[in-house]
């Protein structure tokens, strides 16, 4: 927890998150990262996260978080947002193209950087 805690109130932040409520009790919450691509060297805001309680899906929640991201990058000059989601996530899939995003095809990969090394040394005699 004291990871994010850093993370959100760093200067700048390193995530900025926004979380939807209703009398004080959480909704639903998006959470992004301003990045950068070499691909098109331009800026785009990265939506690492956007969850709703499964019993407060189809109530606009998800819709209101999106269009509030959104904002944010669009107020930082930012004209891309950028996420993704697991294939099998047919009702994301789905609420991402109603909401006007478009697929990319990719691969994504995930390599640790810790634990065991990847070089091996051989020791001279």
């Known amino acids: 927890m004291d990871t994010l805690r850093v993370a959100l109130s ?28 070499t691909w098109s060297g331009r800026t785009y805001l990265h939506l690492d996260c956007l969850f709703v309680g499964s019993d407060q899906r189809g109530a606009g929640i998800g819709a209101r978080l999106l269009r509030t991201a959104r904002s944010f990058a669009a107020s930082g000059g930012i004209a891309e947002m950028q996420w993704q989601t697991p ?14 995003a478009s697929t990319a095809r990719k691969v994504r990969f995930r390599l640790a950087v810790t634990g065991r090394q990847c070089i091996k040394r051989k020791k001279d005699d």
């Open 87 to 100: 294939e099998w996530n047919e009702d994301a899939r789905r609420f991402y193209v109603r909401e006007g």
């Open 10 to 37: 760093g200067e700048p932040p390193r995530l900025i998150a926004w979380i939807a409520e209703q009398s004080g009790e959480p909704l639903g919450y998006a959470a992004a990262t301003v990045d950068f691509s």
